[in-house]
């Protein structure tokens, strides 16, 4: 198993440009997150899912959106970056949390910058 | 609104020595509490958890402590060792918006000298 995946690695944007951050698990989980992670302010939830087909806002969504239309992949797009938005993003995963999944598998991190 | 504070944000100590890292929450709905390890240019890797039914969960070095009446547990570590230096989030979960949700903590940078 692959576990959680990532791409890019590092990324660098100008202001305005827009991408998609990747993400993909082959562990069949039904539960995947992105959050960011800057200096002293812990991981931060930006949008969730419990499923294909299902997502929800997190803590700090604005600026961000997602699509789950597989259970493997929820691709994090944005849509006008901004300086605001450098940062590490990890994308998530686990068991679906009411039936007693706990754990989550974090993917290796997104760094990106944005001039 | 700052749901699980944690501290203290960074924490030196001598190998073989004892780190502590505390946390507090509000939400008395939390129900699972687990701490995660991150190595840098990695993404944090769950170490250790423990339910509100329990005081105390050992394994090895690692001891999470329970207070359920004083919302608050820690992480010891005994025996610290360099390999220990990473930066440990503390997180709690509750439900919320059809689904379980954790929170995390802000994160202690531990450093273990030799």
Known sequence: NAGVTQT???????????????????MNHEYMS????DP??????????????????GEVPNGYNVSRSTTEDFPLRLLSAAPSQTSVYFCASSRAM?????????????????? | QQQVKQSPQSLIVQKGG??????????????????????????????IAIRPDVS????????????????QFSLHIMDSQPGDSATYFCAARGWAGG?????????????VHP
């Not at chain 1, 039936?99 to 944005?114: A, C, H, I, M, Y």
């Not at chain 2, 105390?56 to 919302?71: D, H, V």
Request: with cysteine; net charge positive; charged share 15%.
């Open chain 1, 8 to 26: 890019p690695k590092f990324q660098v944007l100008k202001t305005g440009q827009s991408m998609t951050l990747q993400c993909a698990q082959d």
């Open chain 2, 99 to 111: 689904s379980y949700i954790p929170t995390f903590g802000r994160g202690t940078s531990l450093i």
């Open chain 1, 34 to 37: 992105w959050y960011r992670q």
């Open chain 2, 18 to 47: 004892i780190s502590i890292i505390n946390c507090a929450y509000e939400n008395t709905a939390f129900d699972y509490f687990p701490w995660y390890q991150q190595f840098p240019g990695k993404g944090p890797a769950l170490l």
């Open chain 2, 56 to 71: 105390e969960k050992k394994e090895g070095r690692f001891t999470i402590s329970f207070n359920k009446s004083a919302k």
């Open chain 1, 40 to 57: 002293g302010m812990g991981l931060r939830l930006i949008h969730y899912s419990v499923g294909a087909g299902i997502t929800d806002q």
């Open chain 1, 98 to 115: 009411a039936s007693g999944g706990n754990e989550q598998f974090f993917g290796p991190g997104t760094r990106l910058t944005v001039l």
